[in-house]
């Protein structure tokens, strides 16, 4: 079966550290760009990050640069998120996204929450 699975949610102090874990299966990882996105109660879903299939390039989206870290393990099939420094703006499910070569197949996992909050 093809999926993504997410995990490494929970509920964190402001300030405080979380990693998130996307296990991949189904399908030739190493060959994917992989990202993750979030949404808040209310919001648009919105890029994190994302990382290329080579492992060479990252993109992050402004509110999270210099805070939260994505990269990748082609042997485990399983891409990461560091979350450093969280804010209660942080807070929302993160989902893992999967996007093959020239785009022709798109995989979502099922998102994990994340809460910060005193």
């Known amino acids: 079966q093809v999926q993504l699975v997410e995990s490494g949610g929970g509920l964190v102090q402001p300030g405080g550290s979380l990693t998130l874990s996307c296990a991949a299966s189904?399908?030739?990882?190493?060959?994917?760009?992989m990202s993750w996105y979030r949404q808040a109660p209310g919001k648009e879903r919105e890029l994190v990050a994302r990382?290329?299939?080579?492992?060479?390039?990252?993109n992050y989206a402004d509110s999270v640069k210099g805070r939260f870290t994505i990269s990748r393990d082609d042997a485990k099939n399983t891409v990461y998120l560091q979350m450093n420094s969280l804010k209660p703006e942080d807070t929302a499910v993160y989902y893992c996204?999967?996007?093959?070569?020239?785009?022709?197949?798109?995989?979502w996992g099922q998102g994990t929450q994340v809460t910060v909050s005193s």
């Open positions: 189904g399908f030739t990882f190493s060959s994917y760009a």
């Open positions: 990382i290329t299939s080579a492992g060479g390039n990252t």
């Open positions: 996204n999967a996007v093959s070569a020239r785009a022709i197949v798109r995989l």
